[in-house]
């Protein structure tokens, strides 16, 4: 099956920094998309992104399907943006989903 | 408000017991899906279902069984051949091609 890789691990950011998170997949892709899951369990879809760049708000995000990787850009973040970002990978004519280990971000004030 | 829900929030099992977590959706998805997570660790699948009636084996379904009757409904038992069941449970559904996740159940085999 297919293979997910994220980084970092894990991340720790002063309030108002940037960040870049990573996601790297071993085979070719139709679905890509991006989750963050808050302290209390909670997984909230972030993003839809088989390939290109698309922006909502402070987050965005970029595939490059051709080389493999998904980047997900968190602009000044805030408190609120801690959790786990994970991303989620799904093969052609495939109703599954590949979940990476996550990277787990603590904003600090 | 259209959503999917999940029951219980907590639950605590005896060894040897079979237990049911309910999953509702409102949504009017025809793919659902089960997933568990262990601490520290991604989103395992477990079952999925993509019509009524019918439902397939993830990664790791032994231990587990499911149900479909109907569209809105998605319950999932754990059985007592689960050997390590504690963990936390969550529910999903796919609405043009992006997936929505239920609050989650905490299992908790005493």
């Known amino acids: 099956g297919i293979q997910v890789e994220q980084s970092p691990p894990d991340l720790i950011l002063q309030e108002g920094a940037n960040s870049t998170l990573r996601c790297n997949f071993s085979?070719?892709?139709?679905?890509l998309q991006w989750f963050h899951q808050n302290p209390w369990g909670q997984l909230i879809n972030l993003f839809y992104?088989?390939?290109g760049t698309k922006q909502n708000g402070r987050l965005s995000a970029t595939t490059v399907a051709t080389e493999r990787y998904s980047l997900l850009y968190i602009s000044s973040s805030q408190t609120t943006d801690s959790g786990v970002y994970f991303c989620?990978?799904?093969?052609?004519?495939?109703?599954?989903?590949?979940f990476g280990k996550g990277t787990k971000l603590s904003v600090i004030p | 408000d259209g959503g999917i829900t999940q029951s219980p929030k907590y639950l605590f099992r005896k060894e040897g017991q079979n237990v049911t977590l309910s999953c509702e959706q409102n949504?009017?998805?025809?793919?659902m899906y089960w997933y568990r997570q262990d601490p520290g660790q991604g989103l395992r699948l477990i079952y999925y279902?993509?019509?009524?009636?019918?439902?397939q084996k993830g990664d790791i379904a032994e231990g587990y069984s499911v149900s479909r009757e109907k569209k809105e409904s998605f319950p999932l038992t754990v059985t007592s051949a689960q050997k390590n069941p504690t963990a936390f449970y969550l529910c999903?559904?796919?609405?043009?091609?992006?997936?929505?996740f239920g609050p989650g159940t905490r299992l908790t085999v005493l």
């Open positions: 279902s993509q019509i009524v009636n019918d439902f």
């Open positions: 992104i088989p390939s």
């Open positions: 949504l009017n998805h025809d793919a």
């Open positions: 085979d070719s892709v139709n679905n």
């Open positions: 989620a990978v799904g093969g052609a004519g495939s109703y599954q989903l590949t």
């Open positions: 999903a559904s796919t609405g043009d091609r992006q997936q929505f």
